[in-house]
DNA sequence: GAGTTTGAAACT
DNA sequence: CAGTTTCAAACTC
């Protein structure tokens, strides 16, 4: 996920992270500036941070035959009804937010909206805008309310959305032009408006720039709610075969997942993009910002179109990623949680990754069904910044709908991995994640991908219950992991680094299951295709973070940049680390403390700048007093920015017009071209080199030509000699001048020296014969 | 690699 | 909130 660093804002296909439309003020725009590239900060947040994420929980569900009421019931699933299938439930952790309704409103790509089952526009895009759950609102969403769509190609598509009260989302397919959902958004929750940007829907490989503008157009008003830790619920489900859809093909390919958004005052864009090509892929992106660090990624590929099985694969593209789901979601005060949720319908669906928290700043929180602390296996993988954590068994389960599902990544060669639960099993065939781009949290960023595990993992959140921990579920840190002890009430949380769920991302097969503990009959396998420090398909993406050295913090504290990035220690030369899986307990209250302190404490510090300054700056500010802000001791020289209004600095000299700092660039180019020269003059060299290589190792070897050692033997020689020594002899007894003697010898030597390069090319040794 | 400098974080 | 201390990274030698 750190983040944030700005580098990780790259690891995502434009299509998708590009949330520059996203405003964050109150004010809707009347459209969203698609090609702005610059996003609006809030008012209220003097630095709108880009992990700035929705504060409502919301539910989207795809596929909803029943009401949105009985969508939001936790455990309560919906059975197809007649032609239109439409399964998949999602229960929130928190009753409290289960009561709302939502709607799902999909519209066709010529703007038409469907109230019935509909059919998919020929680029198979739907956009999700979120609506304000305002009452009066109402009206206007239940336009087109229905949630199963029928593809060309016959495969049916249904949406369920599922959100708290209030949180209505609107699912519409995206026209040309593309004005009516944005207007339908502005119109609708004035007084909180959200904005959500997003949407992209269409085949992995078929996104077309158009497709992108038309979705950055759509803005969604949502409406506000600072209230704290609404679930958000996220499903997806989707019938390949139209034809099958009948009651017995219930639910085909549920994909379950929860988001969840806590406490965030300021509701944050939020963009869902589902994209689905006939019978090869399709692509779910939910986006809500650009920022890496606030990217939830849920993969899900391949697919198994018409399985025989009434569980469909639900081939799923993300943006250039190949079959994969992308979810984003972010909070500005909260990252954002994804949480396996419990459905009575079982899931089965090939995915690819699911990931969670990102580069730079992860913001999101995974909550999981926490079991006891000795289920949980901490693995290292070296030169990975991600943790993972091996369960080892499973032990509790949850009726209460609040059991988390267990994460477990599966080897992409697809091993499929089901978790057992008692009402939802989701098994994903995961495919390779080619050029999946992560985010993570130190320029690393993130995570960006690639070099990968293949050591097979469970991978099940620590079950450790702390109940006198309930960490502020808005502030943790980024990518912060929340596994809910069994039972409701009496929540335990197991406090994680979002790198825990971000090896999702990379496994063959995810496999969610809710309730009824970790009983996994065909065992969580995961393959962990992690992305290894500072390595990743996207070049930089995944810069490795340095390893800390603490000494007397116990890593515990904000002066160790692995604790501050909410990530564990790993590889690090730290003494008494307490920054790991085993020392959760204690982990979990220096976070609560760090948050207690300053509830800013795991936010990226570098964010947007308000409108006319610089895009990125430090939110708070540096102190510097003798640097002259001109050294990495300053935070914002470090970042590569300069000092705003908002440092304390004393002698700055990182502003613009600084001629130290210009001096300072001017060196670091001149350093920078020097690497760059030496490294082409080497690569030009090796090139050469193995060019060379190449061309004579093949005269060697295909005998049509030998090195003269090969076959200028001594016996070569000598006979050679001879030769000529025939011929000196035979001057001699002629009595031939010397002259004429010289000559015969040349002559001789000629003849010899043919010979032996006619024989050069054979294989046997060349016959010298004077 | 050891020692110094620096500024953020933590503490009072 | 300001001043002081602690801490680990950055820097220097």
Redesign the pocket.
């Known amino acids: 996920m750190d983040v944030v660093s700005p580098e990780l804002n790259s690891l995502l296909p434009d299509e998708i992270m590009d949330t520059e439309a996203i405003i964050m003020d109150d004010d809707p725009p009347a459209e969203s500036p698609a090609a702005s590239g610059q996003s609006q900060p809030s008012d209220d947040s003097p630095v709108p941070m880009e992990t700035d994420v929705p504060a409502v929980p919301e539910i989207v569900s795809l596929c909803s035959d029943a009401p949105p009421t009985q969508l939001t019931q936790a455990g309560t699933t919906s059975t197809p009804t007649g032609s239109t299938l439409c399964t998949s439930t999602l229960t929130s952790t928190t009753p409290k937010t289960t009561s709302s309704l939502s709607r799902v409103s999909l519209t066709s790509g010529s703007l038409q909206k469907l109230s019935a089952p509909f059919t998919l526009s020929a680029n198979h895009q739907i956009i999700l805008n979120k609506v304000a759950s305002s009452p009066g609102a109402d009206t206007t969403r239940s336009q087109g309310t229905t949630t199963t769509t029928t593809t060309p190609g016959g495969q049916q598509f249904m949406v369920t959305a599922i959100g708290k009260s209030g949180q209505p989302i609107v699912l519409q397919l995206p026209h040309t032009g593309s004005k009516s959902a944005s207007v339908q958004g502005l119109g609708e929750a004035k007084a909180n408006p959200q904005h959500f940007k997003v949407v992209t829907v269409s085949s992995a490989s078929q996104v077309s720039t158009l497709q992108a503008q038309q979705l950055k157009t759509v803005q969604i008003a949502k409406k506000t709610q600072v209230s704290s830790a609404g679930p958000i619920k996220f499903v997806f489900t989707k019938a390949v075969n139209n034809k099958g859809l009948t009651a017995q093909t219930s639910v085909s390919n549920v994909i379950t997942g929860r988001v969840l958004s806590t406490g965030s005052p300021v509701t944050p864009p939020r963009t869902i993009t589902l994209s689905e090509t006939l019978g090869s892929s399709s692509k779910i992106a939910i986006s809500p910002l650009k920022s890496p660090s606030k990217l939830t990624v849920v993969s899900v590929a391949s697919q198994v179109p018409n399985s025989p099985q009434k569980s469909v694969s639900l081939p799923l593209n993300m943006a250039h990623l190949g079959h994969q789901i992308l979810l984003q979601q972010s909070t500005a005060t909260s990252p954002a949680k994804v949480v396996s949720t419990h459905s009575t319908a079982q899931l089965q669906l090939p995915v690819q990754t699911v990931t969670v928290g990102g580069v730079g700043a992860p913001q999101f929180k995974t909550i999981f069904p926490l079991s006891t602390p000795s289920n949980v296996q901490q693995i290292q993988v070296p030169g990975s910044r991600f943790h993972y954590v091996r369960l080892v068994t499973a032990t509790t389960g949850s009726s209460t709908g609040h059991a988390g599902s267990p994460i477990t990544n599966s080897s992409m060669t697809a091993k499929p991995m089901v978790v057992n639960t008692t009402q939802v099993r989701m098994s994903v065939p995961i495919v390779p994640a080619q050029t999946m781009k992560q985010v993570v949290p130190k320029p690393l960023t993130s995570s960006g991908q690639v070099l990968t595990t293949q050591t097979q993992q469970r991978l099940i959140m620590p079950a450790t219950s702390l109940p006198q921990i309930q960490p502020n579920l808005t502030n943790l840190p980024p990518g912060t992991v929340l596994a809910p002890a069994p039972g409701s009430g009496n929540m335990g949380y197991a406090v994680l680094p979002a790198q825990y769920v971000t090896q999702l991302q990379q496994s063959a097969y995810v496999t969610l299951a809710s309730s009824s503990g970790f009983s996994t009959p065909t065992g969580i396998q995961t393959q962990a295709r992690l992305p290894l420090n500072g390595l990743s398909t996207s070049g930089a993406a995944f810069r490795p973070r340095?390893p800390?050295?603490?000494?007397?913090?116990q890593c515990l504290?904000?002066?160790?940049?692995c604790f501050?990035n909410g990530e564990f220690c790993q590889n690090c030369n730290c003494t008494n680390c307490f920054n790991n899986l085993e020392h959760e307990t204690d982990r979990a209250k220096a976070i609560k403390?760090?948050l207690d302190?300053?509830p800013e404490?795991f936010k990226p510090?570098i964010g947007k700048g308000k409108e006319g300054e610089s895009d990125r700056r430090h939110s708070?500010g540096?102190?510097?007093?003798?640097?002259g802000c001109l050294?990495?001791?300053?935070?914002c020289y470090?970042a590569k920015i300069m000092c705003s209004s908002t440092c304390k600095c004393v002698g700055c000299k990182n502003f613009e017009e600084s001629p130290e700092r210009k001096t300072l660039m001017h060196l670091a180019d001149a350093a920078e071209v020097r690497v760059q020269q030496q490294t082409a003059a080497k690569t030009k060299l090796s090139s050469q080199i193995s060019d060379l290589l190449t061309r004579t190792t093949p005269a060697i070897t295909s005998g049509g030509g030998r090195m003269p050692y090969t076959f200028v033997t001594k016996e070569v020689a000598e006979v050679t000699c001879e030769c000529l020594l025939e011929q000196a002899e035979q001057a001699e007894l002629n009595q031939q001048p010397q002259a004429t003697a010289e000559r015969m010898i040349l002559e001789e030597f000629g003849r010899c020296l043919m010979r032996i390069i006619s024989s050069a090319g054979k294989t046997d040794y060349p016959s010298i014969n004077c």
């Open positions: 340095k800390c050295n603490c000494t007397k913090s504290k904000l002066y160790c940049d501050a403390a760090c302190r300053n404490a510090k708070k540096c102190n510097c007093k003798r640097s050294k990495n001791y300053c935070e470090e």
